[in-house]
């Protein structure tokens, strides 16, 4: 089975912090991606990246940045956070054939 | 603008019943399509997906249904059952990789 790993299940953080979300995947997948899911906006794509150092901005990457050294992981940095980011973040994985496998999400809360 | 709607933000269905989701897409370069089941806290997972080349897939009692003329999909769940209660969103991709997302439709499942 594939499996996404997603470091935190929930995070609070206080508005201007920086805050890394950190996502591990085991399945060798060239792909990775974060988005951000939000009530009646569904799924945003953020980042995506292809391979190791590749980034590619995603529908809405204001105020994030991301990381990818190692194949296996793929990190998003929320700079200096803002309570319009609070939301659930989801990451995801694919070998690239349109299938995604995604991570159990965290829920990141600023105040 | 978004360009994959599911416009019925929920539904309710007798368990044994049937069960139809509906998806819309502007972009007529869509050629794979997928459906999502969520729960609460934890992240999507993939359920079903057609070719663009295809008018309809089945697995089990899952049927996603293309139609390329309306740039429509539906998903059809038979019978219904209680474990079925999600959040359910369609996905659609031009290519291998990126996938843009619905809003969603929360199905509930009763008794």
């Known amino acids: 089975d594939v499996k996404v790993t997603q470091s935190s299940r929930y995070l609070v953080k206080r508005t201007g912090e920086k805050v890394f979300l950190e996502c591990v995947q085991d399945m060798d997948h060239e792909n990775m991606f974060w988005y951000r899911q939000d009530p009646g906006l569904g799924l945003r794509l953020i980042y995506f990246s292809y391979d190791v150092k590749m980034k590619e901005k995603g529908d809405i990457p204001e105020g994030y940045s991301v990381s990818r050294e190692k194949k296996e992981r793929f990190s998003l940095i929320l700079e200096s956070a803002s309570t319009n980011q609070t939301s659930m973040y989801l990451c995801?994985?694919?070998?690239?054939?349109?299938?995604?496998?995604f991570g159990a999400g965290t829920r990141l809360s600023v105040l | 603008d978004q360009q994959v709607k599911q416009n019925s933000p929920s539904l309710s269905v007798q368990e044994g019943r049937i069960s139809i989701l509906n998806c819309d897409y502007t972009?007529?370069?869509?050629?794979?399509f997928l459906w999502y089941k969520k729960y609460p806290a934890e992240g999507p997972t993939f359920l079903i997906s057609i070719s663009s080349i295809k008018d309809k897939n089945e697995d089990g009692r899952f049927t996603v249904f293309l139609n390329k003329s309306a740039k429509h999909l539906s998903l059809h769940i038979v019978p219904s059952q209680p474990g079925d209660s999600a959040v359910y969103f369609c996905?659609?991709?031009?290519?291998?990789?990126?996938?843009?997302f619905g809003t969603g439709t929360r199905l509930q499942v009763f008794p």
């Open positions: 995801a994985s694919s070998p690239g054939q349109g299938i995604q496998y």
């Open positions: 996905a659609a991709t031009p290519g291998p990789d990126k996938l843009i």
């Open positions: 972009n007529s370069m869509f050629d794979y």
